[in-house]
């Protein structure tokens, strides 16, 4: 049974830091990309950054040179360091295994107050 538990998120003012980590189980981790997703309110589920299995990131536009998604394959373990955090990125993070048919985590809040 595969599960994804996030941690990490938050109330932060804007320009500080977060790191959200996202442990996997039930799969063999370094075998699968990882991604994060954030969903806002009143607003489509999006896709905020990707790590391959061989630990290739890419990152939606708006969080480029600001988020910084990690693997640790011995933890089973990914990670999203956040900095320079804007109230726009307010939202729920969830964490995402391309392991099929694919897995979501619950989600955890980040609060971005200005």
């Known amino acids: 049974q595969v599960q994804l538990v996030e941690s990490g998120g938050g109330l932060v003012q804007a320009g500080r830091s977060l790191r959200l980590s996202c442990v996997a189980s039930?799969?063999?981790?370094?075998?699968?990309?990882m991604a994060w997703y954030r969903q806002a309110p009143g607003k489509e589920r999006e896709l905020v950054a990707t790590?391959?299995?061989?630990?290739?990131?890419n990152y939606a536009d708006s969080v480029k040179g600001r988020f910084t998604i990690s693997r640790d394959n011995a933890k089973k373990t990914v990670y999203l360091q956040m900095n320079s955090l804007k109230p726009e990125d307010t939202a729920v993070y969830y964490c995402?295994?391309?392991?099929?048919?694919?897995?979501w985590g619950q989600g955890t809040q980040v609060t971005v107050s200005s």
């Open positions: 995402y295994t391309y392991r099929p048919p694919g897995y």
């Open positions: 790590i391959s299995s061989n630990g290739s990131p």
């Open positions: 039930g799969l063999t981790f370094g075998g699968y990309a």
